[in-house]
DNA sequence: CACAATTTTTACCAAATGGTAAAGCAACGA
DNA sequence: TCGTTGCTTTACCATTTGGTAAAAATTGTG
């Protein structure tokens, strides 16, 4: 019995490390893991910053904590791709889904944007190691839809990459769209415009 | 006669003013505005700290100088679409002309990415007064050549806001794309395949 | 060369930052 | 109610960071 017992948290516990968590997202999402401070963090979460490292080892503890619970919600979409179902619908599906995410979840979004940006050095194990073989999988299956010529002969990879650029810029540049759309919702014609671009894409050829 | 007056910088001034900017482009793509120091882009240029306070006033103002050079290359792509030539091979063009720089200018690509991502504090000025006339007057462009039956209809801003992602993606993510691609080189089939997504999505429908 | 202007170095500094030690306070079971 | 455990505060600290003052060295120029 030398090995570390579980040990449910307390409810105190658990309140402050959501708490410390929220404020980290929104501090660590605007100014970058450089950029943010244990202070700023620690006021945001109405503590003080020897509380908050009661809670937390370090900064950086806090930042890869928040980045490997968002990485689950992240891969959840892509692990819904159904090979049984139809191939169109269901990578417009993904993307619909994977665009929603990007909506309701800017700084999520930004936060693991802005990790890849500098090179990803926090998460290269998680990449490998949970991300590709996912990929991986999930590109068999879109090449599989392709030689039944269930959709037309595109590169399983870089669709993917495709969906993914393309919905996560309306969270990553958000404050470009803003200005270039002033009074409009990019929201508003996003979802039309990206079901538009890859179903013409997808569609198989007629012959 | 109370105006600065011009002075052409000296060899020495150009020189090392080259130096620094170079250093600090590397250091702030790959740390954040907030991750980079001045220790770092001295070191990287080869000079005391001091010395570089005596050519820059100081971290923001190189940084500044870094967003500006760089946006006006960024823009003269998108300035070159010609509402006279054909408009499915001008818009292919511009994608493929997008893809080379993110491609070739990868720091660039990050630099600027990584400042729109933290809400663009340093550059509003610069995407409305500049950006944004450029880009509504190619959005009125694109709704000419719809208008004409010349290429799909389109959502133009959302048209070049995907452009915009897809190709910049190749520099943003490149990180994660070595991962996912292992020995495979990402820019070989970029081209190809970010021709037959826009192709398909642009073709005009026939009737 | 002499002298002024430019460039670089040395020696600093105040503030911010990540982090620690230890005492005080609260909660809770026996 | 006592003692143990868990939580919070106060008071620090070493390092890093952006930045400055001023002397020293270099360069350009008549």
Redesign the interface.
């Known amino acids: 019995m030398t090995d570390t017992p579980p040990k449910k948290p307390s409810r105190i516990q658990t309140r402050n490390r959501r708490l410390i968590l929220d404020a980290a997202l929104e501090v660590f999402s ?7 401070t244990l202070d700023a963090i620690a006021k945001g979460a109405g503590l003080s910053k020897p509380n908050l490292l009661y809670y937390f080892d370090g900064k950086t503890e806090i930042y890869v904590t928040l980045l490997s619970q968002l990485l689950e919600t992240w891969l959840d979409p892509l692990i819904e791709l159904d090979e049984e179902g139809d191939p169109v619908e269901e990578l417009l599906g993904y993307v619909r889904h994977k665009l929603d995410m990007a909506l309701e979840l800017p700084l999520e979004s ?1 936060l693991f ?2 990790e ?5 050095p926090r998460i ?1 194990a998680y ?2 190691d949970d ?2 073989p996912l ?1 991986d999988r999930k590109c068999e299956v879109i090449q599989t839809w392709i030689d039944a010529g269930r959709i ?1 002969p ?2 399983p ?3 993917i ?2 969906i ?3 919905t ?2 309306y969270a ?2 958000g ?3 803003s ?4 009074a409009e919702d990019p929201t508003k ?2 979802h ?3 079901e ?2 890859f179903r ?2 997808l ?1 198989p050829v007629n012959y």
């Open positions: 605007r100014d970058g893991y450089g950029g943010a930004k944007a802005g890849i940006l500098q090179g990803a290269t990449l490998s991300l590709k990929f037309a595109v590169d990879a870089h669709l990459f495709s993914w650029s393309t996560q810029q990553d540049f404050a470009q769209m200005v270039l759309l002033s014609r996003a039309a415009h990206l538009q671009m013409s894409l569609k």
